[in-house]
């Protein structure tokens, strides 16, 4: 049969990777003998301003230079209004071709989206492959539809469902790359990398299914809790297809949680040692399994980076969302991985029911914390309880979110229309409608989530000091000097993304009024506040090779170095975070601080005695750096 | 748990190659912690060497795991400031991404022993 996959316009980002989904199903039911094409209108519209009003021309085009027997659409939640619009348009196009929906949202919410979607044919529950072959196989033969197994559909007018029939072995899929040639051309995605990119990155799928019961998760549940992993030999034989066509060198390994099998990684690094490839690889991990034995041989075979959930520095939290990690284990596992220079992300999610804003205090103290021993990204999202998560099903008193909307949104602003059908539909559009949490009011954890993700990456010092003098109170101290002077907007942060200095040059007005008017604050911590901001603001300038002649409290100056007074030991301060020793007024003392250029982008900082300053312009070493 | 020491970092292709065939040279190996970057290097005396795994090569240099025999002395080298003038480095994290020199890998050492006879095959071949 003749099937045509399609994918709506994503995001609005510059770089494009394949849709994994539709190219696992692509090859799958090529493997079957059916003839496909995929058509990714997230790549069709890149770069192109009228995007959201020709999304639905270019998929019209395809259905007519095609004419496929079936038309298979996926969605990603925040996607789901334009893959709706796209049922339609083929429907349109041609009465007879068949519409199935499939993938996050509509494979978790079949018979919700076969109610909203009249145009929608078919709706397939979870994984896909199996069900979606075996619909096409009882299409052609006249069978009945009763034995798909996982297919929503319509019978009189009344929705009925069919039963799973277990999940799909993975060794099963055929060499994805390579069978779907002539379905998908690779190499427009490979146009899309961006010149200068450390790295050319792309997605490959690993395998499925993370065995936690984390509360907030939809992806465990869709892939029913299974761990599975596809045979190594394959994975690495993408990576070599990927490398060698396409010169992809980094490759992020999609699996919910592939290390949970420590003999699965083991054989994966040996492999990726013996293959010799000059590529690097990234995949999710825990911070409760230990991996100390393997990180080594994984770091020698191309492991970059991790991510990690780590989601709450609350103990109470941390059992109600049944995740269960501990602060101890996570400090070990990013310090370990810090040590062995593999990179993390750590992300949090915030907003839950019951959550406080002292629990989310020292969620965000943790995240500044984690970033000085070495985590390389900290993230924090607002929870939003998207189906099948198991809180989703809890029903808990929410109300739309419309900013949660404006951030995920495939296109940069939202009609007013889109706005109106995701509000009308709870239901359906659960994930938007955010429910009310003891930590703040929707609109103050939006400004949460902005300020302090950019705070931390821009000055982690400052928001690791600030959240050990403020304790509890960081969260509603933050609160308190929003009310009064607004936050940061995502349009002032986004204004600028050269670098974090525009954005630290956004935090500090805040940060300095925040400091200043907190009350509990004795005054040897605002002068330690004082000093840090101080460091990481000479030290972003620096790094970003702003002219520091004129800068407050400049010392001293060379080619490729510069020297300021400080009032505070910052590397006495660096030291009591990373020991987790306690601040004291004995930090605040006169020093000064040299920053250092050795080569092109390697910096170094260090501390020393005002009175060597004098001394420093002829420092054979300061003349090398000056040289190199 | 049995464990053994070593260093995790980057070699020159062909060195990498040379010493995980287990052709050592005469004199020290440098090894480097961070790719394409001499900011710190782990200096080891070839005898000291247990056996190394080959990972892989890019833009020149080849990702080893070199093991270390029991009682091994290696040299860190961190270029740096001296401390003539008392300057104590900031440990950063934003600016150096400080990393301890040996790791200790939890695996029996004839294990160890095994992999990288394989490894040393392999790389002959």
């Known amino acids: 049969m003749r099937v045509l996959l399609t994918h709506p316009p994503l995001n609005a980002s510059r770089e494009v990777t394949p849709p994994l989904g539709l190219c696992t199903l692509g090859s799958w039911l090529r493997h079957q003998g059916h003839e496909v094409r995929i058509i990714d209108l997230d790549l069709e519209i890149k770069g192109r301003p009228d995007g959201r009003d020709i999304y639905l021309r270019l998929l019209e085009r395809a259905v007519a230079d095609f004419s496929p027997a079936a038309v298979g659409i996926t969605s990603m939640y925040n996607n789901s209004l334009q893959a709706e619009r796209m049922a339609r348009a083929v429907k349109a196009c041609d009465p007879s071709i068949v519409t199935i929906g499939g993938g996050s949202h509509f494979g978790a919410l079949g018979p919700q989206a076969l109610r909203r979607i009249p145009e929608l044919d078919f709706a397939i529950e979870g994984e896909g492959e199996q069900a979606f072959s075996a619909l096409l196989a009882a299409l052609e033969s006249g069978a009945p539809i009763s034995q798909v197994p996982r297919l929503h559909y319509r019978v009189n007018g009344q929705l009925s469902a069919n039963p799973s029939a277990g999940l799909l072995n993975l060794a099963e899929l055929p060499q994805m790359w390579s069978t779907l040639d002539g379905s998908i051309d690779l190499g427009r995605y490979a146009e899309t990398v961006l010149e200068g990119s450390a790295r050319r990155t792309i997605y490959i799928e690993a395998g499925r299914g993370c065995p936690f019961a984390c509360t907030f998760c939809a992806t465990a549940p869709f892939w029913e809790r299974r761990y599975r992993v596809k045979p190594v030999g394959r994975i690495v034989d993408e990576m070599r297809f990927l490398y060698e066509q396409f010169g992809y060198d980094g490759f992020m390994l999609v699996h919910d949680l592939l290390t949970v099998d420590k003999q699965f990684i083991n054989d994966f690094s040996d492999a990726m040692m013996e293959s010799r490839l000059p590529v690097e690889w990234m995949a999710n991990h825990r911070t409760d399994i230990n991996l100390h034995g393997l990180l080594p041989k994984m770091k020698t075979a191309g492991c970059w980076a991790m991510f990690f959930g780590v989601e709450s520095a609350s103990p109470r939290l941390q059992k109600e969302m049944h995740k269960g990690l501990k602060r101890e284990g996570v400090v070990s596992t990013i310090r370990g991985l810090s040590d062995l220079g593999i990179a993390s992300t750590c992300s949090f999610v915030m907003g839950f029911p019951d959550e406080t804003s002292e629990e989310l205090s020292s969620t965000i103290r943790m995240g500044a914390e984690l970033k000085l021993i070495g985590a390389g990204m900290i993230q924090f999202h607002r929870l939003r309880t998207w189906p099948p998560a198991p809180l989703s099903r809890t029903m808990l008193p929410s109300k739309f979110d419309l900013d949660s909307l404006r951030l995920e949104y495939p296109f940069l602003d939202v009609p007013h229309d889109d706005v109106a059908a995701i509000e009308k539909d709870p239901e359906f559009f659960a994930g938007y409608f955010a429910p009310y949490t003891q930590a703040g009011t929707f609109a103050q954890l939006a400004d949460v989530e902005l300020f302090f993700t950019q705070a931390v990456a821009a000055a982690p010092l400052t928001i690791a000091v600030l959240g050990r003098v403020m304790g509890a109170s960081l969260i509603d101290s933050f609160y308190a000097v929003v009310s009064h002077r607004g936050a940061i907007t995502r349009e002032d942060v986004e204004a600028d993304t050269t670098s974090m200095l525009p954005i630290w040059m956004l935090l500090r007005p805040f940060l300095e009024e925040w400091a200043a008017g907190h009350p509990a604050l004795e005054s040897w911590e605002r002068e330690l506040v004082r000093g840090v901001m101080a460091y990481e603001e000479h030290r972003l300038r620096f790094v970003n090779g702003a002219d520091v002649t004129a800068d407050e409290g400049i010392a001293a100056l060379g080619d490729h170095w510069s020297a300021f007074f400080s009032n505070v030991d910052i590397a006495a301060v660096f030291d009591a975070m990373q020991t987790d020793q306690p601040l004291t007024s004995a930090l605040v003392q006169d020093s000064a601080v040299v920053l250092v250029n050795h080569e092109m982008n390697s910096y170094r900082a260090y501390t020393t005695d005002v009175s060597h300053l004098a001394g420093l312009a002829n420092h054979p070493f300061l003349l090398e750096a000056a040289a190199n | ?125």
């Open chain 2, 1 to 125: 748990m049995a464990e053994v020491n070593a260093v995790v970092g980057y070699l020159p292709d062909a060195a990498a190659r040379a010493l995980a065939s287990g052709k050592y040279p005469a004199g020290s190996i440098e090894v480097r912690l961070e790719p394409g970057n001499d900011n710190m290097h782990v200096r080891i005396d070839p005898k000291d060497i247990a056996g190394v795994l080959l990972g892989a090569s890019k833009k020149g240099e080849s990702g080893v795991q070199v093991f270390l025999n029991d009682g091994a002395k290696v040299e860190t080298v961190a270029s740096g400031l001296a401390d003539d003038f008392r300057l104590r480095p900031i440990k950063d994290p934003i600016l150096w991404p400080y990393r301890p020199p040996i790791v200790v890998i939890y695996a029996p050492p004839t294990l160890i022993k095994e992999l990288v006879q394989r490894a040393a095959q392999q790389s002959r071949e």
